[in-house]
């Protein structure tokens, strides 16, 4: 089972990036997909999750409005489109998968994902 996380860069604030988490080994559909994301010197955060059928997404406070997850099944692919960087964006943003369907209580914390992508840097310049 191999995740692959990429799509990251280097952008000014205001741009935009699209990450890809692809997976070879396993069906994305039948998981529950989470993005995260670790700053420079800081803990790891839930960034965003959507449910094995796309129909339950959650989103942090402070990418709101900003980030849109999506997935296509056909692909094996989930998609994180981030618009409207912002420095405060720069970290390393890693996806997980979960066999379970969360609530607003519990998609962001990193115990109930099992496997996890290697990462790809994110940086926004000011």
């Known amino acids: 089972v191999q995740l692959q996380a990429s799509g990251g860069g280097l952008v000014q604030a205001g741009g935009s990036l699209r990450l890809s988490c692809a997976a070879s080994?396993?069906?994305?559909?039948?998981?529950?997909i989470g993005w995260f994301r670790q700053p420079p010197g800081k803990e790891r955060e839930g960034v965003t999750y959507?449910?094995?059928?796309?129909?339950?997404?959650y989103y942090a406070d402070s990418v709101k409005g900003r980030f849109t997850i999506s997935r296509d099944n056909a692909k094996n692919t989930v998609y994180l489109q981030m618009d409207s960087l912002k420095p405060e964006d720069t970290a390393v943003y890693y996806c997980?998968?979960?066999?379970?369907?969360?609530?607003?209580?519990?998609?962001?914390?990193?115990?109930?994902?099992?496997?996890w992508g290697q990462g790809t840097q994110v940086t926004v310049s000011s």
């Open positions: 997980a998968t979960s066999t379970w369907t969360m609530n607003g209580g519990t998609w962001y914390l990193y115990r109930w994902y099992k496997y």
């Open positions: 080994g396993l069906s994305l559909e039948n998981y529950s």
């Open positions: 959507i449910s094995s059928s796309g129909g339950r997404t």
